[in-house]
DNA sequence: TGATCTGCGGTTTTT
DNA sequence: CCGCAGATCA
C-alpha cells in the first residue's frame, strides 16, 4: 500500500503524469491541494527529480506555506529546497539578483499603492495633466493593465494615434516608469514585467533558471494574468514538464488582468497537453454543491463540467431577507452564538462572507457586543496604516537612498522645521543634476538659496547616516529600535498624549514583534529581505489556523478556503451582483464574474449555507432599497428553504430605519463600554513573575493606571525591560 | 511654516 | 459617511 493508493483514479492519473505539459480541471473541494502535493512527493520519491529541481507557484503565501508543510510530511527530506512561492515573491527573488542587467540597483524599493498614487500625482503635476480629468487612480489603472498585458510605454503610445486622451495616459506612463526607474523602485505590476523582461533581453538568465526548475506547476491557474502567463511559458518551454491547476468557473480576478484565455486555450500554447478533469468533491454536502452547480450553469464560454459528491444530502440551504442590514447582522451573530452554544459547532468553524470591506463592520460591532471573538481578514492593511508606513520609509530610506519617495514622507516626520519651500528647492537641485533627492540634501549648503533651510537639513542626514552606520552592525530589531528613538518619532507620539496616539504605539508594537519574528525564523535575516516580506504579505496570510474565532472576510479573500458553516450575507442586487457589474459596459461578462464568485461562496461552505439579504441598507450615508439578488433565484426550490421574507412594512421607511439605526447604536455604545472598560483587578501584580507569549518569563516592575488600560513594565528574563499596555500584552501570571 | 477647515468624491474585488 | 487634498488663517 503506498501513499498514492489514497487517491481517486483521476488524481492518480494527476500524480503519475509528470513529464510534458498537464492541465489540471480541478473542481471545487475536489482535493487538488491533494493531488499537487502527492506529485510532487512523487517526482521526488519515485522519479528522483532533486527537490531544487521543483517550482511551485501559488496565489498566496500562506498557500505556498500550506503546501510546503503537507509535502514535507509526504517526503522524507528535501522539502525545504523546493521553491514554493507566490509569483510576486518568485520574481523578487530573481530580481534581486539579476535586476542589474536592466539598469536598476539591486536594492529596488517596492511600491504599494500609495506610493504609486503619491509618484503618479507627481507625474501629473509635471507633466500638467488636469487631475479633474484624467484622474491618478483612472491612469494608474490603465497602466497596470498595460503592465499586465506586457505593453511598454512606447506601445501604449503607438497605439494611441490620433487619441488625445489615451496619448496623455501613454506620457504619463512614459513619466510614471522614469521616476520609478530614478527612484530605484518598482511598482507590484513591474516584478512581473521585469521579470519577463528580463529573461527576454539575457537568454543566459533565463537559461539558468530552465535548468533550475525543470518541473513546475502553477495553483490557481485560472487568475493568472498575460505577464504571468509569458513568465510561466518562458520557463518551461525548455523542458515542457509544466503542470497547471485551475478552474475555470473559479476565475474571479478578471479586474486584475487576469485572462482567463490562459486556461481555455492552454491546449493550443503546448500541443502535447494532456488533460485531467477532477469532478468529485469531497468537502460539501449534496444540497450545496447541487446548488452551486445550479448557479454557475447560468454561465456561458465554461468548460464543461459537473461536481458530483458521495457526501451526505445534508440540510437545505437557507435563505432569509431582514428589514435592514443591522437586523440581518443581528440574525447571524445570534445563529452562530446558538451553534456554539448548542456545541454544534466551533467559532473557527463559522465564517461570514460579503462582496465588499465595508459590509464588515456591522457584523463587528454586533460581534463585539456579542462577545465572540472574530478575525477580519483584509480592510485596511496593517502595513499601510500611517505609522506603520512611516517607520517603514525610514528603513526603506536606509536600505535605498535612491527613493525620493520616503525621503518625502520622512523628512519633516515628527516635525523638523523643514518645509515645502526648502524640499522642492532641494528637488529642483537633485533635478538639475540628475542625483537623487537624499545625495542632493547631503549637500543642502550648496543648494542655492537654501541656507536657512540648509541647517535643518544637516541633522536629519545625518540621522539616516547614523541608522546606516548602525545598520551595519546590528539586528533588525536593534535597527527599528533606534529609529523609533534616534528619529524622535515615539517621542513625539508619547508626547502627543491622544487617544489615537495610544493606538498608533500599540501598532508600532506590534510592528516591532513582526521584525523581530522575523529577526528569529528567517534563514538569513536582512533589511531588504523584511521590506520585500512586508511589500507581499496578502491579508489572508494572518489567518491562523489554529486559533478559535469567526471569521469575517470578502469572498475573494475566501477563494482555496473551507468552512462547516457558511453565511453569505448582503445577497442584493445592487451589492452582489455589484451595482457596478450591473451598470457596465460589458455587463454580460462583469455578471458572469459575479456569478463566479458566488460559486466560490457556496462552495467554501462544508455543512450549512445560510444566504441572508437586507431589504434596505446604508451604503455611503445614504439609504439604499435593494431587491434580492439574482442568484438567491438561480438556486431550485428544492435545495434551498426560505425563512422569512420581510413584508413591506406600512411604515415610512426613513422613520423605520432611524429608529432601527437608534436602536443599535445604543447597543453599540453598551458594548463599547463593555468592552474598552479595562479589567477591574488585573491577576498579577508588581513584583509577580509573568509570562509574554514572545518575551518569555520575567519580573513585573510597575503598574500604572492609563487612561483606559494599565501600563504593565516588565523586566524579562531575556529580552530586558518592556513597557506595554495590559489588555494588549495578555501577561499570564506563572 | 504649521494647523485647521471645508468641500468633494469615492470603493467592488487584491498580489 | 469618511478621508483627504487644497485653501485659508495664525
Known sequence: MSIYDTLNREQQEAVYQ???????????????????????????????????????????????????????????????????????????????????????????????????????????????????????????????????????????????????????????????????KRNNALDFDDLLMKTVELFLSCPDVLDSYQERFRYIMVDEYQDTNTAQFQLIRLLAQKYENLCVVGDDDQSIYRFRGANIR????????????????????????????????????????????????????????????????????????????RRVREGEAQYRDCAILYRTNAQSRLFEEKLIYAGIPYKLIGGINFYARKEIKDILAYLKLVDNGQDDLAVQRVINVPKRGIGATTLNRAMDYAQAYGISLYDALMQASKIPGMSRGAGKVLPFTVLIERLRAIKEHSTLPELMDAVLRESGYLKALEEEGSEEAQGRIENIDEFINKVTVYQESAQE???????????????????????????????????????????????????????????????????????????????????????????????????????????????????????????????????????????????????????????????YKEGDRVRHIKFGEGTVTSIVEGGRDYEVTVDFDGAGIKKMFASFAKLKKI
Open 262 to 337: 490562459n486556461i481555455l486555450s492552454f491546449e493550443k500554447v503546448f500541443p502535447n497537453t494532456r488533460v485531467i478533469k477532477l469532478e468529485q468533491n469531497y468537502r460539501s454536502t449534496k444540497n450545496i454543491l447541487k446548488a452551486a452547480n445550479e448557479v454557475i450553469h447560468h454561465n456561458y464560454g465554461r468548460k464543461d463540467k459537473t461536481l458530483w459528491t458521495e457526501n451526505e444530502q445534508g440540510e437545505k440551504l437557507v435563505f432569509r431577507q431582514f428589514m435592514n442590514g443591522f437586523e440581518e447582522a443581528d440574525y447571524l451573530v445570534e445563529a452562530i452564538r
Open 525 to 683: 535575516p536582512t533589511l531588504s529581505g523584511f521590506l520585500e516580506e512586508v511589500a507581499l504579505v496578502a491579508d489572508i496570510d494572518g489567518l491562523e489556523e489554529d486559533s478559535n474565532y469567526v471569521v469575517l472576510m470578502t469572498l475573494h479573500s475566501a477563494k482555496g478556503l473551507e468552512f462547516p458553516y457558511v453565511y453569505l450575507a448582503g445577497m442584493e442586487e445592487g451589492i452582489f451582483p455589484s451595482y457596478m457589474s450591473i451598470h457596465a459596459d460589458e455587463a454580460q461578462e462583469e455578471l458572469e464574474e459575479e456569478r463566479r464568485l458566488c460559486y466560490v461562496g457556496i462552495t467554501r461552505a462544508k455543512k450549512a449555507l445560510v444566504l441572508s439579504a437586507a431589504r434596505q441598507r446604508m451604503v455611503r450615508g445614504e439609504v439604499q432599497y435593494n431587491s434580492i439578488s439574482r442568484f438567491v433565484g438561480e438556486i431550485p426550490e428544492e435545495y434551498i428553504e426560505e425563512q422569512k421574507r420581510e413584508p413591506i412594512r406600512e411604515v415610512p421607511r426613513a422613520a423605520a430605519y432611524a429608529q432601527a439605526k437608534q436602536a443599535f447604536q445604543n447597543k453599540s455604545f453598551e458594548s463599547k463600554q463593555f468592552t474598552v472598560k479595562r479589567a477591574d483587578t488585573l491577576e
Open 18 to 180: 509528470t513529464e510534458g505539459p498537464l492541465l489540471i480541471l480541478a473542481g471545487a473541494g475536489s482535493g487538488k491541494t491533494r493531488a499537487l502535493t502527492h506529485r510532487v512527493a512523487y517526482l521526488i520519491g519515485e522519479k528522483g527529480v532533486k527537490p531544487w529541481n521543483i517550482l511551485a507557484i501559488t496565489f498566496t503565501n500562506k498557500a505556498a506555506g500550506e503546501m510546503r508543510e503537507r509535502v514535507n510530511q509526504l517526503v522524507d527530506f528535501g522539502a525545504e529546497s523546493i521553491w514554493v512561492a507566490t509569483f510576486h515573491s518568485t520574481c523578487v527573488r530573481i530580481l534581486r539578483r539579476y535586476i542589474d542587467r536592466l539598469g536598476y540597483d539591486n536594492s529596488f524599493s517596492i511600491y504599494d499603492t500609495e506610493d504609486q498614487k503619491s509618484l503618479m500625482r507627481e507625474v501629473c503635476k509635471r507633466l500638467e495633466i488636469d487631475t479633474k480629468i484624467y484622474k491618478e487612480r483612472a491612469i494608474l489603472g490603465a497602466v497596470s493593465r498595460a503592465k499586465n498585458e506586457l505593453i511598454t510605454p512606447e506601445g501604449m503610445l503607438k497605439s494611441a494615434e490620433g487619441d488625445y486622451g489615451k496619448k496623455r495616459v501613454a506620457q504619463a506612463y512614459e513619466e510614471y516608469q522614469r521616476m520609478l
